[in-house]
């Protein structure tokens, strides 16, 4: 059988780090114009902007480079009212997508999560290789790593070796 | 591998995200500076060394990022409950920390 999986990195996009207490995310939820997931690897998406609960006071915010704004302004006006902090770490990561039949094969190489409970539409911060990712299941066989920049090559290296192995039929 | 429970993402993950944090339940004293070398010696680097449950701390590193306590036994090396912080040690065994094999300093 072919192996036909994917591995690329995409373009830069804004990236933004939110922690808030549990009594503010009402005030930031009504500020960005929609609900922040409540429970931990719950995705949210409205129109261009994603957000990712990591933790129990945490969200990781994404959005398109040119629409950062959409994300900072609103955030910035409730400030004094719903005290946060919102960190823009745009160029910190960079997202791989992995895509293909294989893909959940693919990764379980290097990460040790079952990823067959990870959802479609959820992501997780977990480890590849002892390399801390962000790895979302866009969708069944379509998963996306985003890779704090120095690890990209190695991540990288390591995603393009077990490719090779998986075309040898390894 | 060891699959730790986390109890805040309510889920069984991998040993691999998690760091182990030292012994739990260790509160700072209110007034360090009314304690005497003794007490504060002990408060900074006195631990017990249990033969069965311990409670320890733990920290969910590679996920949600959070400290919380595990009652381990350290014989089995099973957990046997995982807790928020905050929450007091579970009823059960305490036998492990009566039989503690610290030495007399």
Redo the contacts between chains.
Sequence with gaps: MAFNTIVETLPAMGRFSLRCKRENTVAMSKALGFELPST??ELVRSGNVTALK???D?WMLTCPMDERAKIKEPLAAVYADAVHSLTEVSSREVSIRVSGPEAEELLSTSC??NLR?LTVGCG????FD?V?VILTREEQNQFRLDVWRSFVPHVMGLLSVATKEFECGL | ?LLIHCP????K??E??FEYAGQAHIARPLNPAEQSDAEWRDYLFIRSNVRGDHAEQWRH??????YFNALRNTVSDKFIATYEIEQPRPTGSEEGEKSNEQLES
């Design positions: 931990i690897s990591l933790g129990p945490e040790p999560r409970e997780v911060r977990t480890v002892s801390q | 591998m805040y993402c309510k889920e993950l991998p691999l995200e590193t590679h996920g949600c990022g959070r």
